[in-house]
C-alpha cells in the first residue's frame, strides 16, 4: 500500500493520472524539465521538482534523478505515463531494486514484448495467430534471411525486433530487391534503436489496426475492454482512435474470439497491469497479432467512455495489490467514442509541428464531451516534446450520434498562437467514407487530402442531411425496413442508398 506516487511525465498524460491519484487520496509528485515550470501537470500536483534542461535525455529520460526524486521526497511508487521511459524494462527494474512500486507490468514482460521477434514467438506458442514469416528468437544473417524469404513468399516485410513505430521497416516485392532492402532497414534500426536486428513478415495489404485493451491484477486475473480502431493515421502517428470498431461493431462473436486471444497473449508474458495487444485484421476477419503497448496508451478514453472503467484509478489498484473491480461478465461496451489527437502542426504544411504561445484558447463542452489537455492559455508549445496539445473525446448513444458531437465539439473549439489540426479532423467528419466506418490504414494518406475534401465542403447541407440519415437509421434500424418499402418515401431515402453503397 502507497500514498504517494511520482508521476515521471509530462503533458495531458501526467495531469490525467493527477487526476486518478487524486480521486483516490493518493498524494502526487511531479517532476518538470525547464520547458515545464509553468506546466499544468506542475502546478496540479501537491509537489514538484526540476529534472534538468528542456531536452527529454537531460529530463524525462533520466531515470537516475527520478528514483532519486523519489526516494528524496518518500514517493513509494511510480507512474511511468506512455513514452519516455514506459517501455523500458532497465527502468521499471531499477524503480524496483530502489523499493518503488513500478506502475506497469514486471520488467520481464516488458522485454519480452519489447522485442518484437521473442513476442512474435512467445505468443505463437500460446496458440496466438502471428502473420507467416520468420519464426524463433535469435539473429538471423542476411544469408539466413535471403533463404528464408521465398519460402514466406512476396510481398514481405521486413521489421526491425527492436522495433515498433514502423522504423527499420521495408516492403520488399521481389528477392531481386532485398538485399538492398535489408542493408537500409538494419543502418535505420540501427540509428533508431542501436540494434540492427530484423526479421521477416508475410505483408498483409489493406488491414486495419484493431487493438484490445487488457487489465490483469496479481491474482491472475485477466480481462479485456474491447477494442479500439485505430487505422486512422499518417505515418505511423495515430490521429483518431475509436471503440468500438466500425469493422467489429455488432458482431459481438468475432470481439470476445479477439478479446480471449489477448486475453491468451498476456497470459503468455504472466502479464501484470494495463496493457494492449494490436492486431492487424483483413477484410475477411482474418487476425494477426502484431505487438504488445506494456503501457497506458494515449486513446485509452475511448475504452473508458464505452466501458466505464478507469484504466488509470485500475494500473494504481493493481500496484496496490487489489484485485480488478470488474470481472470479464459485467463489461458490456455502450454507445460509442471517438478521439481526436488535436496536435500543434499545420495540416496544410505537411503536418509540420508548429511552436509558440498559445494566446487564446476554448474548450468545448457540454453533454457527451471530454477534453484532456495539458495546456493553457499562455502555455508554449516548445520542440522539445511531442506535439500533442489535447485529446478531443465525445461520445455518443450510437456511431452517428458520436460524429455528429465531434462535428459540433471541432467547431466550438478555439486555439489560436499555434497552428493545429482541428481543420483536418473537420474534414475528416465530412468523408462520406469516414462516416461509413469503410477505412484502413491506407486511408489518409492514400485516399484522404485535405484540398480535396475543402472543395467538398460546399456541399455541407448534403453532409448534414446524410448523417441525419445515418443516425435516424442507426436508431431505428428495424422499423426502417419496413418503411423502406414504401414508394413515397424514395426521395428521403436518397442519402440512405448512398451511405449503404459506400458500405459495400
Ligand atoms: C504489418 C503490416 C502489414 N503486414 N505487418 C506498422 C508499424 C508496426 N507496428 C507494424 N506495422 C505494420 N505491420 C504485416 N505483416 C502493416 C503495418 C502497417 C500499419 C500497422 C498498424 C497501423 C498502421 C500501419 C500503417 C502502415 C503499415
Not at 487526476?19 to 509553468?38: K, M, N, P, Y
Not at 511508487?77 to 506512455?82: D, L, N
Not at 487489489?322 to 460509442?336: V, Y
Request: hydrophobic letters at 40%; proline letters at 4%.
Amino acid at each position: 500500500m502507497f500514498d504517494k506516487v511520482l508521476i515521471a511525465n509530462r503533458g495531458e498524460i501526467a495531469v490525467r493520472i493527477i487526476r486518478a491519484c487524486r480521486e483516490l487520496g493518493i498524494h502526487t509528485v511531479a517532476v518538470f524539465s525547464d520547458a515545464d515550470r509553468q506546466a499544468l501537470h506542475v502546478r496540479y500536483a501537491d509537489e514538484a521538482y526540476r529534472l534538468g534542461p528542456a531536452p527529454s535525455r537531460q529530463s524525462y529520460l533520466r531515470g537516475d534523478k527520478i528514483i532519486e526524486i523519489a526516494r528524496q521526497c518518500g514517493a513509494a511508487a511510480v507512474h511511468p505515463g506512455y513514452g519516455f521511459l514506459a517501455e523500458r524494462a532497465d527502468f521499471a527494474a531499477a524503480c524496483h531494486q530502489a523499493g518503488l512500486a513500478f506502475v506497469g507490468p514486471n520488467p520481464s514482460s516488458i522485454a519480452a514484448m519489447g522485442d518484437k521477434a521473442v513476442a512474435r514467438a512467445t505468443v505463437a506458442r500460446a496458440g496466438v495467430p502471428v502473420v507467416p514469416g520468420t519464426e524463433g528468437e535469435g539473429a538471423l544473417s542476411d544469408d539466413d534471411l535471403l533463404t528464408l524469404a521465398p519460402g514466406i513468399g512476396f510481398p514481405l516485410l521486413i521489421k526491425a525486433t527492436a522495433g515498433g513505430g514502423g522504423k527499420g521497416m521495408r516492403e520488399v516485392r521481389s528477392l531481386d530487391e532485398m538485399p538492398i532492402l535489408l542493408q537500409s532497414a538494419r543502418r535505420e534500426a540501427e540509428a533508431a534503436f542501436g540494434d540492427g536486428n530484423v526479421y521477416l513478415e508475410k505483408l498483409v495489404e489493406g488491414a486495419r489496426h484493431i487493438e484490445i485493451q487488457i487489465l490483469a491484477d496479481e491474482q491472475g486475473n485477466v480481462i479485456h475492454l474491447g477494442e479500439r480502431e485505430c487505422s486512422i493515421q499518417r505515418r505511423h502517428q495515430k490521429l483518431l482512435e475509436e471503440s468500438p470498431s466500425p469493422f467489429v461493431a455488432d458482431d459481438e462473436e468475432f470481439r470476445q474470439k479477439l478479446g480471449a486471444v489477448a486475453v491468451r497473449a498476456a497470459q503468455a508474458v504472466s502479464y501484470v497491469n494495463a496493457g494492449t495487444i494490436e492486431f492487424l485484421v483483413d477484410k475477411d476477419k482474418n487476425y494477426y497479432f502484431l505487438e504488445m503497448n506494456t503501457r497506458l496508451q494515449v486513446e485509452h478514453p475511448v475504452t473508458e467512455m464505452v466501458t466505464g472503467v478507469d484504466i488509470v484509478k485500475e494500473q494504481l489498484r493493481i500496484t496496490r495489490g487489489r484485485a480488478l473491480s470488474h470481472k470479464q461478465e459485467d463489461i458490456h461496451p455502450n454507445g460509442w467514442a471517438i478521439e481526436c489527437r488535436i496536435n500543434a502542426e499545420d495540416p496544410y504544411n505537411n503536418f509540420i509541428p508548429s511552436t509558440g504561445r498559445i494566446t487564446h484558447t476554448l474548450l468545448p463542452t457540454g453533454p457527451g464531451i471530454r477534453v484532456d489537455t495539458g495546456v493553457y492559455i499562455g502555455f508554449e508549445v516548445s520542440p522539445y516534446y511531442d506535439s500533442l496539445i489535447s485529446k478531443l473525446i465525445v461520445w455518443g448513444a450510437t456511431r452517428g450520434e458520436a460524429i455528429l458531437r465531434m462535428r459540433r465539439a471541432l467547431e466550438e473549439y478555439r486555439i489560436l498562437g499555434v497552428r493545429n489540426n482541428i481543420p483536418f479532423h473537420q474534414r475528416l467528419m465530412d468523408s462520406h467514407r469516414f462516416m461509413g466506418g469503410q477505412y484502413d490504414t491506407r486511408f489518409i494518406e492514400e485516399r484522404f487530402s485535405l484540398e480535396t475534401a475543402e472543395e467538398a465542403r460546399s456541399n455541407q447541407p448534403e453532409v448534414a442531411a446524410l448523417l441525419a440519415t445515418l443516425v435516424a437509421h442507426q436508431q431505428t434500424e428495424r422499423a426502417a425496413h419496413v418503411i423502406l418499402r414504401n414508394e413515397r418515401d424514395t426521395s428521403n431515402w436518397k442519402w440512405l442508398s448512398r451511405w449503404e453503397r459506400l458500405r459495400r
